[in-house]
């Protein structure tokens, strides 16, 4: 069962529950970047990148959606948990892909 959106860049994931929508997930990214960008520590060159960084390299990241076992599904893989949970009986918007209008 999808139990919130998420989004995900890189080794970053920001998860908000139902009903939040992606472009909430967003806002929250958009904050951890102002604040990660402010940061003056010395930068690991041999760990994972900074949210500010994995975030301009992609600023939509990759949209999609937690289930009720906390696992990342993508739009597709969400649509097809919801249609064969009974969750949702149609997609709305896109064939094959969830939005979270679909859901809430």
């Known amino acids: ?5 998420a989004i995900r ?7 908000l529950p139902k009903p ?3 472009a909430d997930v967003l806002d929250v990214a958009r904050e951890w970047m102002r604040r ?3 940061r003056t520590e010395v930068f690991n060159p041999h760990g994972p990148p900074r949210f ?19 696992d990342f599904l993508t739009r597709e893989e969400a649509a097809s948990m919801a249609l064969e949970c ?3 009986t149609a997609l ?7 939005f979270s209008e ?3």
């Open 1 to 5: 069962m999808i139990t919130g959106v």
């Open 9 to 15: 860049w890189g080794p970053y994931m920001i998860v």
């Open 20 to 22: 939040a929508r992606h």
């Open 36 to 38: 990660d960008s402010e």
């Open 52 to 70: 500010a960084e994995a975030f301009r390299e992609r600023p939509s990241g990759e949209q999609g959606f937690v289930d009720d076992r906390h």
């Open 86 to 88: 009974g969750q949702v």
């Open 92 to 98: 709305r918007f896109q064939p094959e892909k969830l």
């Open 102 to 104: 679909d859901v809430w």
